[in-house]
């Protein structure tokens, strides 16, 4: 399977592709590959005539120094991983030098309101680096279609903003949290969890599904509360947040409009690891 590391090799290898039409799937990760990336590369397989899969942790996007370090890079694995799927599928696996063409920093965006919601809020920083990480991958890749998964449902949110702001010729697609059998959202950060906090993650997902079930016959105020109060009664988890959102604005809901939807969405530590997810309530 082709292995790009470098810019120039990956224009290389696509210019054939571009040269004869080809439609260009892109799925962009951070390594550290799962089967949530595997159905985002699944879909991509099947939408388009061939499928980029970039693996670069992005240092700009990281506000802290040690969840940085210590995110996992099983690189081999991930070939491996990928290989199984489609041994056709190209890797763009760039030097972080190469890809931000000198100094390694994050540009300034002004993606609005959204950006200083939630993540925003909690990750200062942290969507200018992903801002900046995915303009660079995509003025790289120049794909058709680009690949999202929904558990990091505001940075999908962000992405969109981004497209319309670079003027960036390529289309968005959201896909499905992908999960195992007990509701844990499928995330690199999993394979850094003991088993005991492995067994506990799931309770997040208890909550959010608690959420969605008693979301028509509660207000948004009492749902809140109750959920920080499980949370706060549960040992292994130290929530950072739990709001419920309006959908389309990401801004905290007190109070239900019958024409919107709403989405809640959580940060929680399991130790050291930070773990985030969300769940449509109507
Ligand atoms: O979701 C991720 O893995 C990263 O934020 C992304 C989109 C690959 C940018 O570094």
Not at 15 to 35: C, E, N, Y
Not at 97 to 105: E, I, R, T
Not at 138 to 144: G, I, K, Y
Not at 274 to 280: H, P, T
């Amino acid at each position: 399977m082709a292995i790009c590391t470098s810019i120039s090799t990956l224009q290389q290898t696509l210019s054939q592709k571009r040269a004869s039409g080809a439609q260009i799937g892109f799925v962009p990760t951070m390594g550290a590959l799962h089967d949530g990336h595997g159905s985002l590369v699944t879909q991509a397989l099947a939408q388009n005539d061939c499928v980029v899969v970039s693996i670069f942790v992005n240092p700009t996007q990281f506000n802290n120094a040690q969840d940085l370090e210590k995110y996992p890079r099983p690189f081999e694995q991930d070939v491996a991983f990928l290989n199984a799927i489609d041994p056709e599928i190209v890797i763009f696996a760039p030097e972080a030098a190469d890809l931000y063409g000198g100094a390694v920093q994050a540009k300034s965006y002004r993606f609005g309101a959204i950006e200083s919601a939630m993540e925003g809020k909690h990750r200062p920083g942290h969507f200018d680096g992903v801002g900046t990480v995915l303009n660079l991958l995509f003025r790289a890749v120049s794909p058709t279609r680009a690949y999202f998964g929904e558990k990091d449902f505001q940075q999908l949110q962000i992405v969109r903003k981004l497209v319309a702001l670079e003027r960036l010729p390529v289309e968005i697609i959201g896909c499905p949290i992908h999960r195992a059998e007990n509701g844990l959202a499928m995330s690199s950060r999993n394979r850094r969890l003991t088993p005991q906090q492995l067994e506990a993650a799931p309770f997040i997902f208890k909550i959010l599904k608690k959420t969605q079930d008693e979301f028509d016959s509660k207000s948004i105020p009492a749902l809140v509360r109750e959920a920080e109060a499980a949370f706060a009664a549960n040992p292994m988890l130290d929530l950072e947040y739990f709001e419920i959102a309006a959908t389309d604005n990401l801004q905290t809901a007190y109070r239900k409009h019958p024409s919107n939807t709403y989405r809640a969405f959580v940060a929680a530590f399991a130790g050291e690891v930070r773990l985030i997810d969300n769940m449509g309530l109507n």
